[in-house]
């Protein structure tokens, strides 16, 4: 688990394919890596990374297929600044929100422009995201956790600050730019709740929410 606050950017080393999928080296730079163990997580670019090597001045990383698939990760090549996040202790300070570093799916950026001293930016998701973003509503951009601003449809607006713009790679951000989102975890797991026992129910008998089952089971009662 994570905050979604970044301790560090660092940046991509090397990435290596191996039997099907990849090795991927990243420097750490200003994080500091004592405390670091063989088999501990680190989000990198908000993907939650198992730690298989320990060089010096950074970390190996197997990638799977499944990560590939559904991050921004096959894109990542030599040199490209990651926002880096060690997972938290008990004693961390939880100063964004409770991250699992398991990406949702991959993002847009569409726009950005100033806002005062800040930069307004906006985005779109997945459309099978777009139930979970609501109005200041918690998110994790690359790793970062982000107050959603505005919400139109599956666009989300977000205003950065300019201590967030230097500490992370959203600085970098342009029209086009592709970003790791994952919702935040109470809105994933209040759906499967409200599925109830149909939860246990094949996929295709249980399907998701929908207006239809709300107000069958009492959820949607009108005026």
Known sequence: ???????????????????????????????????????????????????????????????????????????????????????????????????????DGVGEVLSRHGDGRSERFRIRAPKHLAKYISHKGSITVDGTSLTVNAVDGAEFELNIVPHTLEKTVMGTYKAGTQVNLEVDLLARYLERLLLGDKAAEPAKKSGSLSMAFLTENGFNRGQ
């Open 1 to 103: 688990m994570f905050t979604g606050i970044i301790e560090a950017v660092g940046e991509i080393a090397t990435a290596q394919a191996k039997g099907g999928d990849l090795r991927l080296r990243v420097k750490t730079r200003g994080l500091n890596l004592g405390d670091v163990h063989l088999g501990d997580s680190i989000a990198t670019n908000g993907v939650c990374l198992t730690v298989v090597a320990l060089p010096g001045d950074g970390y190996w990383a197997d990638v799977s297929v499944e990560t590939l698939d559904n991050t921004t990760l096959a894109s990542w090549a030599s040199g490209m600044p990651v926002n880096l996040e060690k997972a938290l202790t008990p004693t961390t300070r939880l100063g964004g929100h409770l991250v699992s570093g398991h990406v």
